[in-house]
């Protein structure tokens, strides 16, 4: 019912940056939360940014002040502004959106992933 596609990953120096995006397509009646998880190597996924619907954001202390998340309501997408990289922020990155849907039960809200971009941050 609902999509999500990701684009943006992609190899860096430390220092450097990227942009990722994540558009939602569906049956979409409105968008509750976005986020951006990460898994690297080895360890288990983690939030890194979270926005709820308005202007309520939160980061990981990893990423505080170097990372901006972002949404545009008319397209349905958000964006992770990702500068001063570094090698520990190498990993798989997957946009999370909490959705509602109409269906023919009514409204349903369910949570949906990305399928991941890969971030290779080099030292």
């Known amino acids: 019912q609902v999509q999500l596609v990701e684009s943006g990953g992609g190899m860096v120096q430390a220092g450097g940056s990227l942009r990722l995006s994540c558009a939602a397509s569906?049956?979409?009646?409105?968008?509750?939360?976005m986020g951006w998880h990460r898994q690297a190597p080895g360890k288990q996924r983690e939030l890194v940014a979270h926005l709820s619907s308005g202007v309520m954001t939160d980061y990981a202390d990893s990423v505080k002040g170097r990372f901006t998340i972002s949404r545009d309501d008319v397209k349905n997408t958000v964006y992770l502004q990702m500068n001063s990289l570094k090698p520990e922020d190498t990993g798989v990155y997957y946009c999370?959106?909490?959705?509602?849907?109409?269906?023919?039960?009514?409204?349903?809200?369910?949570?949906?992933w990305g399928q991941g971009t890969e971030v290779t941050v080099s030292s």
């Open positions: 999370k959106f909490r959705v509602t849907t109409y269906t023919n039960r009514g409204a349903v809200t369910d949570d949906y």
């Open positions: 569906g049956n979409i009646l409105s968008i509750n939360t």
